[in-house]
């Protein structure tokens, strides 16, 4: 398994950070750029301003006038730049020819550096298209994950949608756009990522060469989630659909925290593979649904884990009733030895896949470095993996049941009676 012996990080004057990851059998190179925004970092008012700001930064930059300009000079370099904002940061990515590297990272640098901001109304108009997504004709938010990150983080930017506010986005303005641009893609609040079949100086003078120009700035500070027990809360939404989308979500601590392992090995207990205790006991034992999962989404300073399944309206309650039973099964009978080797097995065998390819190799160590945070290679966090103990995860399970923060989330047709059943199991959940 490769411990990234050859990468190097390095700081620039205007608090730019660079990571280079040299691959010299490779037949592609890729970029990626990571800011440190997203919509965890809006105010009431701009909350939806990260994600435009992400579609507009395509909107032509100097030597390039507009989006067709862009997308016609990505695309001769290699594919197209991939961007995506979250709840914590922006990322933009492109594979590309190795002998274009040099032409991409001018591309990149000049988009995230001065951006034109050409044609607004056009985009704004994709946006609020993407953005009926997550609610029905009459209005009403029917996505489940904002639903339930609303309910598990009330009155903070983390229950917000990343989409944003319809009514701002009708609102935001170029102006608008360009002062927060310039308060976020900052020197201090970037980390630019490049593999690639070059020595690692080639690398990272490439980086340099495209990126020092990036203003310094300052890293904005980030308001952290707010203290205190949530729920047991239930929430139902009713909708026209043939089957019912079931959450059941607990607020944990975050990705830096010593319980981050557990957490993860926790997650790989119930949902890894068809063997896991979720799938065994909802799909095989029970028939309940064929889709189901569990995650665990971490930040720097805090998560949420979840329990999910599309069911049939029938088998809402026994899905909820048993999400719980499965977590109490983990925290009172934690994996006996045979368990926790499959389990380990299954870790170390992730970890291999990840590194059949750069780019998740890459997010991993520029998340840490975004977070200020000493990156650990996929080596690395195998091995803090393999320290896990059965203690340890039933601990994990344990302490979410009795810290009580929960929220479940039901979208679907179901009966007042069934929303009855399903409330008394949630809230039996808090006694």
Known sequence: MLNLPDHAVLTLDNGLTLLALPRKQATTATLMADVRVGSRDESEREAGLSHVLEH???????GFADASAV???????GTVIDAATSRESTHFEQNVAPESLGPAISLLSRLLIAPAFADLESERRIILEEAKDEVDERGRVIDPDTLSRALLWPQHPLGRPIIGDVRNIHRFDVETLRRYHAQHYVGDNTVVAVTGPYETEQLLDLLRLGFGELPRGERPAREGPLPGRIGPTFKHVDDARSQVDCRLLFRTVGRHSPQAFALQMLRIALDDGLASRMHR?????????????ATWESYADTGAFELAAVVSTENVPAFFKEAFALLHGLAERPPNSEELARLRFRARFTYAQILERPEPVLGMVASALLDLQSPTSPLERAERLFEVTTEEIAQAASQMLEEKSCVAVAVGPLSRTRVRRVKDIVEAAGR
């Open 281 to 293: 006991r909802l799909g095989t034992e029970l028939g309940l649904c064929y889709e189901q999962w």
């Open 56 to 62: 507009m930064v395509f909107q032509g930059c100097p």
């Open 71 to 77: 997308n016609e000079a990505a695309e001769r370099l």
